[in-house]
């Protein structure tokens, strides 16, 4: 006999299992407590502010598109999506040109499938469409970098707001649902690389849908940043739901350089 009986039982079971799933996942996405950056020129992915801080340098409304700046103070140890590599992103390609200017500290990064260091005073240029991921390997000194993203990515900032923001909310960047940063990473132009051609394909092609279709949503308003204090770029921009600058003045760098 044929494990769970015949092709029509398997079917129901499967349909059954996905209609829980779906349920489920409505209800805890309605239960999520999301903090709040409105008022911050700076937010943190952990509450204890052990993990990585982000600052946004220049807005991609102000700039109209032309490139987003954000500043990365990724601590020792900071919780990371690769095991070992703490403050770390997943692989992924975009189809920006990046450039990380590292202003503190040792930066670790693998470009390309080849591994490097670029140390204070040193950038690192990624060329749109080539795998990239970055780290910070000390335990002892913390890493000061500003990434710049030219031309701006779709959402602009919003990636490094939200991802911040989910971590907050899930206890963790290894914690946030699988299908929310997929979806998160579809719409805010990224590729995820180094999982195999079948799984690029799904993360790029099939799950953001299915994330959708359960409740998850590429970004959140409260996630959002007051903008920049160092340039002023702060205006208020409809579609995320972001105000206008208030509170938290001063520049954004000032915090990391004293925390160093």
């Known amino acids: ?8 039982a398997r079917l129901r079971i499967l349909l059954m299992a996905t209609a829980a799933y779906a349920l489920w996942t409505a209800i805890s996405l309605r239960t999520v407590v999301r903090p709040s950056f409105g008022g911050s020129h700076c937010f943190e992915d952990t509450d204890a502010g052990n993990g990585t801080r982000y600052c946004v340098v220049r807005r991609a409304a102000s700039t109209h598109g032309a490139l987003v700046t954000v500043e990365l103070l990724v601590r020792p140890g900071a919780p ?5 590599e703490p403050g770390s992103l997943p692989l992924h390609s975009r189809g920006q040109q990046t450039r990380i200017s590292v202003q503190h500290g040792v930066l670790a990064y693998t470009r390309g499938g080849e591994p490097g260091t670029a140390a204070a005073g040193q950038a690192v240029e990624v060329p749109a469409g080539e795998a990239f991921t970055y780290h910070n390997p000390s335990d002892k000194d913390a890493v000061l970098a500003e990434i710049v993203i030219a031309p701006a990515p779709p959402g602009g900032e919003a990636f490094f707001e939200n991802i911040a ?4 909310s899930y206890g963790g960047v290894s914690s946030i649902p699988p ?11 990224m590729q995820l690389r180094g999982m195999g051609a079948s799984h690029e394909f799904a993360a790029d092609r099939v799950l953001p849908a299915v994330a959708r279709a359960l409740g998850f949503r590429a970004t959140y308003p409260q996630y959002a940043s007051s903008g920049s204090g160092r340039f002023g ?9 972001e105000g206008g600058s208030s509170g938290g003045g001063g520049d954004p760098a000032e915090p990391a350089h004293t925390e160093l």
């Open 165 to 168: 923001g989910l971590a907050r």
């Open 179 to 189: 299908l929310q940063a997929v979806l998160l990473a579809h719409e805010s132009g």
């Open 233 to 241: 770029g702060g205006g208020g921009n409809g579609e995320s739901g």
């Open 80 to 84: 990371g999506f690769r095991k070992g």
């Open 1 to 8: 006999m044929a494990l769970f009986g015949s092709p029509i």
